[in-house]
């Protein structure tokens, strides 16, 4: 039984300690009434023309009614130049000798504006005491010490990825270790600047992982629909509640400019940067993008890129929205004064071996402790960030922004609703959906109920008449491996439902391994004991799984990886048991994602698609463009406390092991990998030919806000 997921590296440093970082230059955007449709209010307002050109001053007198509005708050060019836009409120532009003397030591003034966990922090207060850090070479020093350890000893990766993928996703060679070593190399300006410069390291590498917390928020959410065979970005959402948003709708308005460049490529580029979800670069954008997304309840999940944008009333117009800037989860509340107690507090990792009370409350999440290597409850990074970014509550009742909408759901009836899926019948279809929101399943062994009614799911769509099912894995980013192996069974009874595995067995693995097997049972990631054999499907019984491993040649260097191996799976309660069988094949099932379905994910939809032919449908992305339906598959994830720890069990004390970091900072890494089939030599991760569904639809405005569209598409779709 295992956990989760997949996934990588996420360095996370003292900046983290906002839920932001100023990642991007954003300010100001104009948008075109849209023309396709609805929207354009002809107010016939001004004639401006349709020069998306920076002249503020100009863009803001045409739109009279919304850009006076914004006008109110700081905003703010962006990373570099520190120029806050001043509020124009009646103020003549020019005139004023706009910034305040440089005032007192910028992380007092953080202190002071981070109250509590709802206080609004002002952006350019965080970035000016992120840049007030000095660079200090001994502590860099060690950080990449630590993670040279980390990543040399444990990331399963770290030679695949000094191979370029090939088409249709193609990415880029990656060397991490001589990157790192750059790093360590250049005199870095500030803190900041060496932190960022690990965190686009680690992103370059496009494993599902990302690191650094996400965006300034802003009160408008974005998408990009295809509407009469042209793809722009639009507003999906906006907070009028909030500072700049004008009250008249902009929803839908089609958003011409970012900054002064076309808006789908600064959201491409934005997102190339900073999602790293995937090696697939339409992912990326769906992942910058808004999209509606089922978690409990129908929701609105805003995209990384949740900035910028305007329009509406006929004329182009201009808004400069502010950033929403608010504390993390990690930020130390009243517990620093200045730019130098801000480091000891916020940077320094405390003395004390761990600290609890920095743990996020993950109470939430249904896990179980137990020593069991397969139930360490690690999230991939991927999915923790989109999270992270949390979700907007649907206005009106579920309308989402826009009055003359249908409910999220209104062509499908809901038949039951569980902690990790909601199950439809189509109206006047013999179509079933099943939307599958994460594989974030308790332990059976302790609490069978997340597989008993998933079962129960399945039956009562079967005996309500569904011929035909539809598995809607949108914004799945995973769970419990073992969840993953029990669906695959159970819609597929007669084939293997584990995903083949291997991970690194280096000399310092190998002997963590020889350390293990002498403890009386496997309560770490190196004991042979918690793997069966493929070659023998047995429990492995001594430690030949990583001693006796292979040589494998990846990014030109020959390493040794352990045999191959899957988890031990067993469920008492398959209802075939009881000759209850589930009535649909391959060909009566499809399975639809926006390409993010990560980790646990991928294992039922690459091996329901690749294996026993489910065709797979992927929403959205790039215009004209394969789109993948799952990512990051990796392996499975351990974060760097979890490979401490167990190699703490072991009174294991080999060169070059984890090392103590002195800075706060978590890491995450794929450490086992898995592969599509098992005679695959490259692992899913990297193997691209796997990645394109078998049918790309594009997003368009009805689409993108009830996913019941979509349904009935693939619904039409079985009768051909
Ligand atoms: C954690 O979250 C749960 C559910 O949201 C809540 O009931 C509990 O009080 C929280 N615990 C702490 C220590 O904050
Ligand atoms: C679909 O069925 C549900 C429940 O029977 C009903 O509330 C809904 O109005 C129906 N939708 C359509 C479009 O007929
Ligand atoms: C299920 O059906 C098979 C064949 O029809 C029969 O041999 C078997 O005993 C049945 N099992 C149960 C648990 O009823
Ligand atoms: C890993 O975790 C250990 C134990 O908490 C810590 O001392 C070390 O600094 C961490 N290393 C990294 C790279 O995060
Ligand atoms: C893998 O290779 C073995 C030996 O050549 C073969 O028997 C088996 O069918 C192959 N499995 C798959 C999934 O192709």
Same mark, same amino acid.
């Given at each position: 039984?295992?956990?989760?997921?997949?996934?990588?590296?996420?360095?996370?440093?003292?900046?983290?300690?906002?839920?932001?970082?100023?990642?991007?230059?954003?300010?100001?955007?104009?948008?075109?009434?849209?023309?396709?449709?609805?929207?354009?209010?002809?107010?016939?307002?001004?004639?401006?023309?349709?020069?998306?050109?920076?002249?503020?001053?100009?863009?803001?007198?045409?739109?009279?009614?919304?850009?006076?509005?914004?006008?109110?708050?700081?905003?703010?060019?962006?990373?570099?130049?520190?120029?806050?836009?001043?509020?124009?409120?009646?103020?003549?532009?020019?005139?004023?000798?706009?910034?305040?003397?440089?005032?007192?030591?910028?992380?007092?003034?953080?202190?002071?504006?981070?109250?509590?966990?709802?206080?609004?922090?002002?952006?350019?207060?965080?970035?000016?005491?992120?840049?007030?850090?000095?660079?200090?070479?001994?502590?860099?020093?060690?950080?990449?010490?630590?993670?040279?350890?980390?990543?040399?000893?444990?990331?399963?990766?770290?030679?695949?990825?000094?191979?370029?993928?090939?088409?249709?996703?193609?990415?880029?060679?990656?060397?991490?270790?001589?990157?790192?070593?750059?790093?360590?190399?250049?005199?870095? $300006?500030?803190?900041?600047?060496?932190?960022?410069?690990?965190?686009?390291?680690? +992103?370059?590498?496009?494993?599902?992982?990302?690191?650094?917390?996400?965006?300034?928020?802003?009160?408008?959410?974005?998408?990009?629909?295809?509407?009469?065979?042209?793809?722009?970005?639009?507003?999906?959402?906006?907070?009028?509640?909030?500072?700049?948003?004008?009250?008249?709708?902009? *929803?839908?308005?089609?958003?011409?400019?970012?900054?002064?460049?076309?808006?789908?490529?600064?959201?491409?580029?934005?997102?190339?940067?900073?999602?790293? *979800?995937?090696?697939?670069?339409?992912?990326?954008?769906?992942?910058? /993008?808004?999209?509606?997304?089922?978690?409990?309840?129908?929701?609105?999940?805003?995209?990384?890129?949740?900035?910028?944008?305007?329009?509406?009333?006929?004329?182009?117009?201009?808004?400069?929205?502010?950033?929403?800037?608010?504390?993390?989860?990690?930020?130390?509340?009243?517990?620093?004064?200045?730019?130098?107690?801000?480091?000891?507090?916020?940077?320094?990792?405390?003395?004390?071996?761990?600290?609890?009370?920095?743990?996020?409350?993950?109470?939430?999440?249904?896990?179980?402790?137990?020593?069991?290597?397969?139930?360490?409850?690690?999230?991939?990074?991927?999915?923790?960030?989109?999270?992270?970014?949390?979700?907007?509550?649907?206005?009106?009742?579920?309308?989402?922004?826009?009055?003359?909408?249908?409910?999220?759901?209104?062509?499908?009836?809901?038949?039951?609703?569980?902690?990790?899926?909601? +199950?439809?019948?189509?109206?006047?279809?013999?179509?079933?959906?099943?939307?599958?929101?994460?594989?974030?399943?308790?332990?059976?062994?302790?609490?069978?109920?997340?597989?008993?009614?998933?079962?129960?799911?399945?039956?009562?769509?079967?005996?309500?008449?569904?011929?035909?099912?539809?598995?809607?894995?949108? %914004?799945?980013?995973?769970?419990?491996?073992?969840?993953?192996?029990?669906?695959?069974?159970?819609?597929?009874?007669?084939?293997?439902?584990?995903?083949?595995?291997?991970?690194?067995?280096?000399?310092? *693995?190998?002997?963590?391994?020889?350390?293990?097997?002498?403890?009386?049972?496997?309560?770490?990631?190196?004991?042979?004991?918690?793997?069966?054999?493929?070659?023998?499907?047995?429990?492995?019984?001594?430690?030949?799984?990583?001693?006796?491993?292979?040589?494998?040649?990846?990014?030109?260097?020959?390493?040794?990886?352990?045999?191959?191996?899957?988890?031990?799976?067993?469920?008492? +309660?398959?209802?075939?048991?009881?000759?209850?069988? /589930?009535?649909?094949?391959?060909?009566?099932?499809?399975?639809?994602?926006?390409?993010?379905?990560?980790?646990?994910?991928?294992?039922?939809?690459?091996?329901?698609?690749?294996?026993?032919?489910?065709?797979?449908?992927?929403?959205?992305?790039?215009?004209?463009?394969?789109?993948?339906?799952?990512?990051?598959?990796?392996?499975?994830?351990?974060?760097?406390?979890?490979?401490?720890?167990?190699?703490?069990?072991? %009174?294991?004390?080999?060169?070059?092991?984890?090392?103590?970091?002195?800075?706060?900072?978590?890491?995450?890494?794929?450490?086992?990998?898995?592969?599509?089939?098992?005679?695959?030599?490259?692992?899913?991760?990297?193997?691209? $030919?796997?990645?394109?569904?078998?049918?790309?639809?594009?997003?368009? /405005?009805?689409?993108?806000?009830?996913?019941?569209?979509?349904?009935?598409?693939?619904?039409?779709?079985?009768?051909?």
């Amino acid at each position: 039984m295992k956990i989760t997921s997949i996934l990588s590296l996420a360095v996370a440093l003292c900046v983290v300690s906002v839920n932001a970082a100023p990642v991007v230059d954003s300010k100001i955007t104009v948008l075109k009434p849209t023309l396709a449709t609805t929207i354009a209010k002809a107010k016939p307002t001004a004639t401006k023309p349709k020069s998306e050109t920076k002249a503020k001053s100009k863009a803001t007198k045409t739109t009279t009614v919304a850009a006076s509005k914004p006008t109110s708050t700081p905003t703010t060019t962006g990373t570099k130049a520190a120029t806050t836009v001043k509020p124009p409120k009646t103020t003549t532009p020019a005139a004023t000798p706009t910034q305040p003397a440089k005032p007192k030591d910028p992380c007092s003034e953080l202190a002071a504006q981070g109250k509590n966990i709802d206080s609004i922090l002002q952006f350019n207060t965080v970035r000016d005491c992120y840049r007030a850090q000095s660079f200090k070479k001994d502590i860099a020093d060690k950080t990449l010490t630590s993670v040279e350890n980390l990543l040399g000893n444990f990331y399963i990766f770290l030679d695949q990825a000094k191979e370029a993928t090939s088409a249709p996703f193609k990415t880029p060679k990656v060397d991490l270790m001589a990157g790192l070593k750059k790093i360590r190399e250049t005199k870095w $300006k500030d803190d900041y600047d060496f932190n960022m410069a690990l965190t686009y390291l680690t +992103f370059s590498a496009n494993d599902g992982h990302m690191a650094y917390r996400t965006t300034f928020g802003q009160p408008i959410s974005l998408y990009a629909p295809v509407v009469n065979g042209v793809q722009n970005i639009r507003v999906f959402y906006a907070d009028d509640t909030q500072k700049g948003v004008p009250k008249d709708s902009i *929803i839908d308005c089609v958003v011409n400019t970012i900054d002064g460049v076309p808006a789908l490529k600064a959201v491409q580029d934005f997102t190339d940067r900073t999602s790293a *979800i995937s090696k697939d670069p339409g992912v990326r954008l769906n992942d910058a /993008l808004a999209s509606i997304s089922w978690y409990n309840d129908w929701l609105i999940a805003p995209g990384g890129f949740s900035k910028r944008w305007e329009c509406s009333s006929g004329a182009p117009r201009k808004l400069t929205v502010p950033w929403i800037v608010k504390p993390s989860e990690n930020f130390l509340f009243n517990t620093f004064r200045d730019t130098a107690t801000y480091w000891n507090v916020q940077c320094l990792a405390p003395l004390s071996p761990y600290d609890n009370s920095r743990q996020k409350n993950d109470s939430g999440r249904r896990y179980k402790e137990n020593n069991e290597v397969g139930f360490r409850t690690n999230e991939a990074p991927g999915t923790t960030l989109f999270r992270e970014r949390g979700f907007i509550q649907m206005p009106n009742g579920g309308k989402n922004g826009r009055n003359d909408a249908p409910q999220t759901i209104s062509k499908a009836t809901e038949v039951l609703i569980t902690a990790t899926t909601a +199950f439809y019948k189509i109206n006047k279809s013999d179509a079933c959906v099943a939307v599958i929101a994460s594989e974030e399943a308790a332990n059976p062994r302790f609490d069978p109920s997340d597989y008993l009614q998933f079962i129960q799911g399945l039956e009562k769509l079967r005996d309500g008449g569904c011929k035909k099912l539809i598995l809607d894995m949108t %914004n799945n980013g995973g769970g419990a491996i073992d969840f993953a192996y029990f669906i695959n069974l159970l819609l597929f009874p007669t084939a293997k439902p584990y995903f083949v595995e291997d991970l690194r067995s280096n000399a310092y *693995i190998q002997g963590a391994a020889k350390a293990a097997i002498k403890q009386p049972s496997a309560v770490t990631v190196f004991d042979a004991r918690g793997y069966v054999s493929l070659a023998t499907n047995k429990v492995f019984k001594d430690d030949s799984m990583f001693t006796k491993g292979v040589s494998i040649k990846r990014g030109g260097t020959a390493q040794t990886y352990s045999q191959k191996n899957y988890f031990e799976y067993s469920w008492s +309660f398959m209802p075939q048991a009881k000759n209850n069988t /589930l009535p649909w094949k391959a060909s009566d099932i499809a399975i639809v994602t926006n390409g993010f379905c990560g980790s646990a994910c991928t294992m039922i939809a690459t091996r329901f698609n690749i294996v026993h032919k489910v065709k797979t449908y992927a929403i959205g992305g790039i215009y004209k463009t394969p789109l993948s339906y799952f990512t990051f598959p990796g392996g499975f994830v351990m974060d760097n406390e979890s490979i401490v720890a167990d190699v703490k069990k072991l %009174n294991y004390n080999a060169k070059n092991g984890p090392s103590k970091l002195v800075v706060r900072s978590s890491a995450k890494i794929a450490v086992g990998e898995i592969y599509a089939t098992e005679n695959s030599t490259i692992p899913l991760e990297y193997d691209t $030919k796997y990645f394109t569904a078998n049918v790309h639809l594009d997003q368009d /405005l009805v689409s993108a806000r009830n996913p019941d569209s979509i349904w009935l598409k693939i619904a039409a779709d079985f009768k051909k």
